[in-house]
Each structure stands twice: as C-alpha cells, then as structure tokens.
C-alpha cells in the first residue's frame, strides 16, 4: 500500500500533462494499437493537453489579477478562504485512503462497465483526486477509515454515471467528441444544477425564447460579435471594474482576447490525440462486447475551447463576487479558484445549449451553489487541511475551502453522515 501511495505521490507531482500521455499511449497499446499508432495519438493529446493548460495558465493568472482587484473595491471580509483546488489535491494524494480507494475504483468501473450499469471507463487517473478528498472529508467527519472508503466508491460511482447520462448534451453542444465524457466531479456534479435551472426557464412563457449566442451576435454586428473582439471588450470591462490603470486593462484585454482565438486551435490538437484512442475503444467494444458502447473519460479542460465557455468564466467573476457579499449564509470569499471559473461554469453552457442568456442565469445560480456549499464543508475541511498540509493554509486564516469543494456532493455527503448520527 505504500508503494502505491508513493507511486501516486510522485504521479501528483509529475501533473497531468506528463501522466496522461503515458496513461494514453499505455491504453492504446492494450486495446489492440500498434506501438507508433498508440504512441502518436498519445504524444498528440499530451501535446494538445499542455497547449491548453499553457494558455489556460496564461489567462487565469490575468484573470486572478482582476479578482482580486474587483475583491478590493468591494471590500470583502469574509471568514472562510478559498484555498484553491491545489490543496484538496494534497489532502487526497497524502491521504492512508488513497491506495485502497483507487484500486477500488478502477476495479468497480471495470466492473460496472461489464455489467451493463456505466458505459464510461474513466481514464483521467490523475483527477481522481477528488473523489478521494470526498473521503477524506468523511474520515475525518466520522473517525471511520472504511466509510470513508464507502464515500469514495459512491462518489465515483455518481460522477462516472453522471458523466454518461449528460455525455451526449456535451456532443451536441460540440464542446467535446462523441466517444467521450467527462467525469469531473467538481464540474460534472453541478451539471443536474444547471440542467434544472434550464428546465425552470423552459416554464416561463416569453422568458424561455430568448436567445443570445456568440453565433446570433456575430449575425447581428459583424466584426464586433467575433470572439476575439469580445474577449478585447470584456476585458477591458473587467480591468475597469477591477480598478486597472491604462496599461493593466490593455494588457487583461489582449490576454482575453488571445484566449478566444489560442483556444479552440490547441484543444483541436488534442482532439486530434484523443480521437484514434476513441475510435479503437469502441472498435474493441464492438468486438469483445456485442457492440456495447464504452465511453473514454476525461478531463473537463478539453471542454473549455468552445469561446462561450471562456466568455462565461469572464463575466461570472464579478456576478460571483458580489454575491459573496450579498448571498445570506455565504461566509467563503472566493479567491484562489476564480480563475478556474471556466471549468466550473463549463456545464452551464452545454446544458444551455449554447443559449448565453440562459447560461448566464445557470451559473449565476450555479456561483450561489458554489459558495454555500464551499461554506457549509468549511470546518471538516479545514480540520482535514491541517492535518494533511497545514503548510498550505494562508497565515491568519480561521477557515479554508474552496470553489473547488462548494461542489453539492461533498456537501450531500456529510449532510447524510450527520443525519445517520455518523459523526466523530
């Protein structure tokens, strides 16, 4: 068990965009690939997957920048930080629950998979992590080693089947390739959130007809309406609204706009990785399994090419930060994950159907979601924190969470053990 924490250890240091081409190349060769096949299409993913977090890196640290600038104006003095989704990672990877619950669930989706109960086989190894603080979580809620395990496997098995039951939503939305789905939990979780929301608005008369799309705007204005040109114009709102001088807001607008263009190119060369690996997966399936369908499992990043999604994680940053202040029961500033709110809003668009008004409305709720939760899992994660990485907690800090963590399962999840009595 402590070779396996260890080997984990060191895939958490190595990141994503080492593993992942490896884990790809290793796949393709194991599900009937020829050794130069399997190793291009894994070198292509690898190639396209670290394009995409290079300029997703580039544009959240502009991102941060205006946040906490907008954060500072608005004068927020809030009891709970957002640590960012880099310590729950820690918490999982240094966690004695880590060998048990990954073995355990590569072993469940093989076999849930061969039963008939999932279709996706979710191969993003590295992000596993956060089923695994989920139990943390509930360890250290309940002192109990085994239901955090429990938590682990129930958490893995909703989001993986989550992950199929909104697969095909995210092919229609073009946001990802058929064949495949994203089992993120921190993302795919709030999708019921954001499906709901939509379903609200479909009973409102009037209200459920109107439509805005980068498409319809580009019809309507022309040049104005390109992505790159909106991505200029709301990053200079944004530089305004965060108190910028002159060069600041050029600087926001031109990484903003970059985005919108750099965006879409690098997730095509990962497309192109993840593709043939796709394709091999299902010609096996129909071979080996009667024609059942496998799905490949990954990351919610490569849904984050499509300009909606980036145009959405711009403008949801104010809207979240002034509900931090106004939103009853919130005590978590948003901080250290608002530069990530791409990928959180990411299913706002898709079961939007790429209808921005709607998806404006979906993650406006889905923001809200995001801080009471964050709050509410607030003490056990904090308790867990200075346990695992006390060194990762902001100096003078009561309370730590995460956008992150707002996610509503963990919050279900403790939620259910204190209704159980389950609780340390």
């Known amino acids: 068990m402590e070779l396996i924490t260890t080997i984990f250890s060191q895939i958490n240091d190595l990141g994503a965009t080492i593993t992942m081409p490896?884990?790809?190349?290793?796949?393709?060769?194991?599900?009937?690939?020829?050794?130069?096949?399997?190793?291009?299409?894994g070198l292509m993913y690898g190639i396209g997957f670290a394009g995409l977090w290079l300029v997703l890196d580039y544009f959240m640290a502009a991102l941060s920048e205006a946040a906490n600038g907008i954060s500072a104006n608005l004068g927020l003095n809030l009891t709970v930080v957002d640590a960012g989704w880099m310590l729950g990672s820690t918490m999982a990877f240094s966690s004695s629950l880590l060998p048990v619950g990954l073995i355990a669930c590569i072993g469940l989706n093989i076999l849930l998979i061969l039963v008939?109960?999932?279709?996706?086989?979710?191969?993003?190894?590295?992000?596993?992590?956060?089923?695994?603080?989920?139990?943390?979580?509930?360890?250290?809620?309940t002192g109990s080693y085994w239901l955090g395990i429990a938590a682990i496997l129930i958490s893995f098995v909703i989001v993986v089947k989550l992950g199929d039951i909104f697969a095909e939503q995210a092919w229609e939305a073009e946001a990802i390739p058929e064949g495949t789905s994203l089992p993120h939990l921190d993302t795919i979780t709030m999708a019921p959130v954001y499906w709901l929301v939509n379903k609200?608005?479909?009973?409102?008369?009037?209200?459920?007809?109107w439509n805005f799309s980068l498409e319809s705007l580009q019809e309507k204005i022309g040049i104005f309406g390109e992505p790159s040109i909106m991505g200029l114009i709301l990053g200079v709102l944004l530089g305004v609204c965060a108190g910028f001088d002159v060069p600041q807001i050029l600087n926001l607008a031109i990484v903003s706009a970059a985005t919108m263009v750099l965006m879409p190119k690098v997730c095509g060369i990962l497309m192109e990785g993840l593709a043939p690996i796709s394709e091999a997966t299902q010609e096996?399936?129909?071979?080996?399994?009667?024609?059942?369908?496998?799905?490949?499992?990954m990351d919610a990043a490569i849904g984050v090419g499509n300009p909606n999604v980036l145009i959405l994680g711009i403008i949801i940053i104010p809207i979240m930060l002034v509900e931090a202040v106004i939103l009853p029961g919130n005590r978590m500033i948003p901080f250290a994950d608002l530069s990530s709110m791409t990928l959180y809003v990411l299913w706002a668009v898709i079961t939007s159907k790429n209808n921005m008004f709607r998806a404006i409305i979906a993650a406006t709720v889905g923001a809200a979601v995001y801080l009471l939760c964050g709050t509410f899992v607030s003490e056990v994660y904090t308790q867990a924190a200075q346990i695992a990485c006390p060194?990762?907690?902001p100096a003078g800090t009561s309370f730590v969470s995460s956008i992150s963590a707002g996610n509503p399962l963990y919050s279900i999840l403790l939620v259910i053990c204190r209704l159980l009595g389950l609780g340390a």
């Not at 490896?22 to 299409?41: E, P, R």
């Not at 009973?203 to 459920?208: C, E, G, L, Q």
């Not at 080996?288 to 799905?295: L, V």
Request: no cysteine; proline share 1%; charged share 25%.
């Open 22 to 41: 490896i884990i790809f190349t290793i796949i393709g060769l194991l599900i009937g690939m020829k050794f130069g096949q399997a190793l291009k299409s």
């Open 116 to 141: 008939g109960f999932l279709k996706t086989l979710d191969i993003d190894i590295w992000n596993y992590w956060m089923v695994i603080t989920g139990g943390v979580l509930i360890y250290r809620f």
């Open 200 to 209: 609200i608005i479909d009973r409102i008369p009037k209200v459920r007809d």
């Open 284 to 297: 096996l399936a129909n071979k080996k399994f009667k024609g059942r369908e496998i799905r490949i499992g």
């Open 391 to 393: 060194d990762m907690i």
